[in-house]
C-alpha cells in the first residue's frame, strides 16, 4: 500500500529529446506527488509538485501528467540539457498517516550532447 | 530564503567517537526531517519533528539521537556507529508535514 513504484531505472537520451519517467502508486490516499531532482554528493531539490485536482503541470521545461484513474504520474523534460543530467525520485504523501514523503527508487538521466 | 544549512558536509569518525551533525533552517518551517541515503538509493526517512516536538521515529537504533532546540534547529547525535551506518545524512524541512519538503545539501559520514 505504501509503495512508489518508479521506471525505468536509467535513462539515456540525446541532447533535446523528451526523457520521461514514470511513477504508479497503490495508496489512494496519496494527494501530494512531488519530483525531485539529485546531482551526484547533493541533496534532492524539489522540482516540480503536483495534487489530484489537476491532470497536468508545466514548470519550465518540466511538466507532470496526472492519472488519478490509473494512480500514475510521469515527469517529462523537454528540450532535455546535459545539465538535465541527474538521478530524478518521484515520491508521495497523504493525510491521515500517510503524511511522510513514499519515494520511488530512481531514475538516473544521462543526457548525451 | 529557501535553504537547509547542514554541517559539516564531510565527517569521518571512528566507531568509538561522538559527533553530532547540525541542521539551521530560518523558513519558518515547523516541520524538520533527517534522512539517511545510501549510493543509488532513495532517501530513508529517520525522524519527523513536527512543532519542535518528536511525531516520527522510524525504528532508528539508539546511537542516532535526534535534538530540536527550537523552531530553526535540528541535530543528530551520533554514538556507536558502524561502518554500515557511512551515508549521506539529509535534513529537510517543510511548512508543516503536508506541504514541499526543502533538502539540504547533506552530510557525507564515513565511519571508520
Known amino acids: 500500500q505504501q509503495q512508489v513504484k518508479q521506471s525505468p531505472q536509467s535513462l539515456i537520451v540525446q541532447k533535446g529529446g523528451i526523457p520521461i519517467i514514470n511513477c504508479a502508486y497503490e495508496?489512494?490516499?496519496?494527494?501530494?506527488f512531488p519530483w525531485y531532482q539529485q546531482f551526484p554528493g547533493k541533496g534532492p531539490a524539489l522540482l516540480i509538485a503536483?495534487?489530484?485536482?489537476?491532470s497536468e503541470k508545466k514548470e519550465g521545461r518540466f511538466t507532470i501528467s496526472f492519472n488519478k484513474s490509473a494512480k500514475q504520474f510521469s515527469l517529462h523534460i523537454m528540450d532535455s540539457q546535459p545539465g538535465d543530467s541527474a538521478t530524478y525520485f518521484c515520491?508521495?504523501?497523504?493525510?491521515?498517516?500517510?503524511?511522510?514523503?513514499?519515494f520511488g527508487t530512481g531514475t538516473r538521466l544521462t543526457i548525451i550532447p | 530564503d529557501t535553504e537547509v544549512t547542514q554541517t559539516p558536509k564531510h565527517l569521518v569518525m571512528g566507531m568509538t567517537n561522538k559527533k553530532s551533525l547540525k541542521c539551521e533552517q530560518h523558513?519558518?518551517?515547523?516541520?524538520m526531517y533527517w534522512y539517511k541515503q545510501k549510493a543509488k538509493k532513495p532517501p530513508e526517512l529517520m525522524f519527523v519533528?513536527?512543532?519542535?516536538?518528536?511525531?516520527i521515529n522510524e525504528s532508528v537504533p539508539s546511537r542516532f539521537s535526534p535534538e530540536c532546540p527550537n523552531s530553526s534547529l535540528l541535530n543528530l547525535h551520533l554514538h556507536a556507529l558502524q561502518p554500515e551506518d557511512s551515508a549521506l545524512y539529509l535534513c529537510?524541512?517543510?511548512?508543516?508535514?503536508?506541504?514541499?519538503?526543502?533538502f539540504g545539501q547533506g552530510t557525507r559520514l564515513t565511519v571508520v
Open positions: 515520491a508521495a504523501s497523504g493525510a491521515g498517516g500517510n503524511e511522510k514523503l513514499t
Open positions: 503536483i495534487r489530484p485536482d489537476v
Open positions: 519533528y513536527s512543532y519542535e516536538k518528536l511525531s
Open positions: 495508496n489512494t490516499a496519496f494527494d501530494y
Open positions: 523558513m519558518g518551517h515547523r516541520a
Open positions: 529537510a524541512s517543510s511548512q508543516d508535514l503536508l506541504t514541499e519538503a526543502f
